[in-house]
């Protein structure tokens, strides 16, 4: 009960504040009718105007600066009645201090101040038509009265300003999410195409090979023949289907490799070309190199890629190094850097969040962060079968 009670009452404490004002000045008005210095009547105009002033404050929500200005207004009008109502009543000086809070809250910056102006002018007004008043009574009231719109201005501007650094939060959450569904996207179009290079390129050779078999067949061997014509047709096939399937992943601008992939094997050019351009990168080679698949020496040449972009474009590292340790039915690949640590990566897409679609497409492990001694370490463990 408790629970379902307290969220009631925060959001309408304001509200049952109204609704009380609203009987008590009712009531005041009634009894003082008869105060020579009070309210002057007739006393049906005097209780009309206790519900003008403080209805519109429940529509605060909807009309945040309609609800208040209507409750000047209303108060400006009535003293052309009642000159003493507004002066000596409680509740309309409640209601003028709610008035006067309620506009200085506003989050439009222009339509705050030209609230506290209005409600000056709403001061005037009542302050001139009071037979008791004069300019000392309108200054001191509206020196308070600014004061509460001050309070109310300097109140508002945290819980605004909270406000938007909570949706700029929440904006550049959704943006990082955002950016982080298209890199994998991209990614994954971008390992299938290559996927498609590399296993295209090997049915190709079957084809080849299935077609250079058939016809050193002697006459007499039909089965044979037959048999690689089938795998001759069906490789055909399947590189036209390859064909139409990656042809929707590609580019406009993008054709099919017909150099070969990437792999471990160019990775000393990798290196020598960060060192060219000015990055100083050692490499090793640990454990027995053994023959990979294509799509699992791709990925490994692509982290290595990968990590010296990162160390030479974006962490601005004085030097790198990298290991690839053959072993235990696996590879391992690290790439590690004395650079900011700060792991930004490719900023087209193809960075970290692609490093990882691509290694878990394969059963792999990868591990990216800050080194404990500065700098910045990727390693991939990826199985060799």
Known sequence: MRRRLWPLARRYWFDGLILAAVGVGLSQTTVTQDDKNGPQGPLWFDLLTILAITLPLFARRRFPFGAPVAVGVALA????????????????????????????????????????????????????????????????????????WAIG??????????????????????????????????ERARIARELHDVVGHSVSVMTVQASAARRLLRPDQAREREALLVVEQSGREALAEMRRMVGVLRHPEEAPALAPQPSLEYLDKLVEHARETGLPVELRIEGAPVQLPAGIDLTAYRLVQEGLTNAL?????????????????????????????????????????????????????????PRPGGGYRLHASLPVE
Not at 100 to 105: A, E, H, I, R, S
Not at 111 to 131: K, M, S, W, Y
Not at 320 to 327: I, L, M, P, S
């Open 153 to 186: 201005f300097a109140v508002s501007r945290k819980f605004w300003e909270a406000d938007e650094a909570k949706e700029r939060a929440a904006r550049a959450e959704r943006e990082r999410e955002e950016r982080a569904h298209l890199a994998v996207s991209d």
């Open 77 to 148: 009008s009535s003293s052309f009645v009642d000159e003493r109502l507004v002066p000596h009543g409680l509740i309309p000086i409640l209601v003028a201090i709610s008035g006067f809070g309620l506009l200085g809250m506003l989050r439009d910056r222009t339509q705050a101040v030209a609230g506290l102006a209005f409600g000056i002018g709403v001061t005037a007004v009542v302050a001139h038509n009071d037979p008791l008043g004069g300019a000392g009574n309108f200054g001191f009231t509206s020196i308070a009265f600014s004061v509460f």
């Open 313 to 369: 474009k974006h962490a601005r590292a004085q030097h790198a190094e990298v290991v690839v340790r053959y072993g235990d039915g696996r590879v391992d690949v690290t790439v590690s850097d004395d650079g900011s640590g700060d792991g930004s990566g490719d900023k087209g897409g193809h960075g970290l969040v692609g490093m990882r679609e691509r290694v878990s497409v394969y059963g792999g492990e990868l591990e990216a962060g």
